[in-house]
């Protein structure tokens, strides 16, 4: 059934070994984030022997489906005050910055018998979440402190998401130091210091990442090879783990321009083309419904997308070695964007692929 996402679990896996054996070279554990591709439990199950010592998701409704995988799972995305009781029941570990949600989920262990830890986030400058007042930050901790059901466990913070803000060792030293500031004034051993996401890769290879972080939370590193400061495909890694393979629904020769008086498209915007005469088209069934097709590109080379509407999308094939028919299919690669949407679509089947076998769907 088309169109599809294949799922390359050795590929995957592959890449979730090769980078945690790279951060625990440099004494830090790997947080596998899963949120890319819906945490999918056919794919974290396959990669929870990878060495990865957590499993990170910004979805508690994604964590609740692997609460059979005995890894301790962190809730990454700052938890709703009307999730609280989610969040204790299906995640170890939360990155918080208010105090009222500590709170909360403090009050939430004491009715359920739970432990629950806590990291406090810190913004660097990226400008989403995060204290970015040292005083306040240092009076959270000291409420945190005194809660009797939570575990203060330490720091982490998120850079190039909103802000595009690249982690150093200034600013990721700062996080740390921070971290030093607290273990002195309270009188405490600070266990995790989360400095970032896959953009802090970089930092490794240069030999610049401060000592005292003790985890990164790596989410397209792991799905797509890449690291994400740079945009650079990182070395010995897998970027072809998910293809999207979708089916030739029509394949006709057509003029390259539009015939007629030119308005806006279905999405109101007003197109511009090229002529480049009479061209073999193929349209495949998926569309701006089922994932970011500006995210998409051709796995051959000599073929365009041309565009797509809602549920179709056209592929210039004229110049490509393979003499197409109706029903065959066209495979797609697929950047972060893509991907998200496209595991997120009901309207795209999912295969997971291991070892030769095939196993159909979920
Ligand atoms: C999405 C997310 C990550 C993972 O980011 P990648 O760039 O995919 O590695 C890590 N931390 C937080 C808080 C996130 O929201």
Redesign the pocket.
């Known amino acids: 059934m088309y169109p599809r996402i294949e799922i390359d679990l050795d590929k995957l896996k592959h890449n979730a070994n090769l980078l945690s054996k790279k951060c625990r070279e440099h004494n830090i554990e790997t947080a596998v984030?899963t949120?890319?591709y819906c945490a999918f439990p056919e794919i974290v199950d396959y990669l929870k022997d990878s060495g990865v010592k957590y499993i990170?998701d910004?979805r508690i409704k994604n964590l609740k489906k692997l609460s059979s995988i005995d890894l301790e799972k962190i809730l990454?995305?700052i938890p709703m005050l009307t999730e609280v009781e989610d969040v204790v029941k299906y995640s170890d570990i939360s990155?918080n910055s208010e105090i009222e949600v500590i709170e909360k989920i403090d009050e939430t262990c004491a009715k359920l018998n739970k432990k629950h830890k806590i990291a406090l986030m810190v913004d660097l400058g990226d400008l989403r979440?995060g204290y970015f007042k040292e005083d306040e930050l240092f009076e959270v901790v000291g409420k945190t402190l005194e809660l009797k059901n939570v575990e203060f466990v330490g720091l982490?913070t998120?850079l190039?998401?909103y802000g595009a803000v690249i982690p150093s060792k200034e600013n990721l030293g700062r996080l740390c130091e921070l971290g030093q500031k607290i273990e002195e004034k309270f009188d405490i051993k600070l266990s995790f210091i989360s400095g970032?996401?896959?953009?802090s890769l970089h930092l490794l290879d240069k030999g610049e990442m401060p000592s005292r972080v003790t985890n990164l939370?790596?989410?397209?590193?792991i799905?797509l090879g890449k690291e994400?400061a740079y945009s650079q495909d990182i070395k010995g890694a897998y970027q072809d783990s998910f293809k999207l393979v979708c089916e030739i629904v029509e394949l006709k020769e057509k003029p390259s321009i539009p015939i007629g008086e030119i308005g806006v498209d279905a999405f109101g915007n007003k197109p511009h083309y090229e002529d480049k005469g009479i061209r073999k088209r193929a349209i495949v069934g998926i569309g701006k419904q089922d994932t970011n097709v500006d995210g998409m590109s051709t796995v051959d080379p000599k073929q365009e997308i041309l565009g797509a509407s809602s549920d179709h999308l056209i592929v210039d094939v004229t110049e490509s070695d393979r003499d197409y028919k109706v029903g065959d299919t066209i495979e797609f690669n697929l950047e972060?964007g893509a991907l998200m949407a496209a595991t997120t679509s009901d309207y795209v089947n999912k295969v997971f692929k291991c070892e030769e076998k095939l196993a159909e769907n979920v």
């Open positions: 984030v949120k890319v990170a910004s990454i995305r990155l979440e982490g998120n190039t998401c970032g996401n896959s953009s939370r790596l989410g397209e590193a799905a994400t972060y």
